[in-house]
């Protein structure tokens, strides 16, 4: 007979790891032979999940409820919703991103191949700056920080969903975004955002 017990075999509601991050871990990818892990993410109303490209994992997603909207390819790539009970592929080596147009927090599942987007939302209790770093230096997760301001300028978003963050203060100390605040209109929009002056903003 099997020694397996329940608790091996199920997660209960509320009952996943959490983390630094806004994902929950289901199940981590030791307890699924190295192949994938099983991540619950959330995305509040007006908020965009980042830009961002995956040398390594195939991800997918299964959408609990609500509505999301899809651009995968990048920019001038494909643009789509997909609502509860659709199975979304982001494939690895694509850019993508998805944010939420509506006014009730959006679940979703999240299943991604090997371990690298585990180890990903684990470097964020080390801060956003370390969860970049680790993202570029170790792990081929490229996170498009130069494309966020006009994104969320366009589409009216306010947040950005998983890095559990106040909205875009701590992301102005990234390299890569603050290049896109040389853009006078983008620099006054962020500041606008973050709640400081203009001639503050480079400060933080």
Known sequence: MSDLCV?????APGQGEATASDMVLIFRTERLGGHFSIMEGEVEPKALLAPHTHANEDQTMFILNGELEFEIGGEGGLRFR???GAHVIKPRGVQHCFWNLGDATVRYVECSTEDGFERFIDSRKDGVSAMVGTANDALGITIHADRIPGLMRAHGLTSLAGLNVPPLKELVKDPAFRESLKDPET???VAEMVGVKVSQLLAL
């Open 82 to 84: 997909a609502g509860a």
């Open 7 to 11: 608790h091996d075999l199920v997660v």
């Open 187 to 189: 620099r006054r929009w």
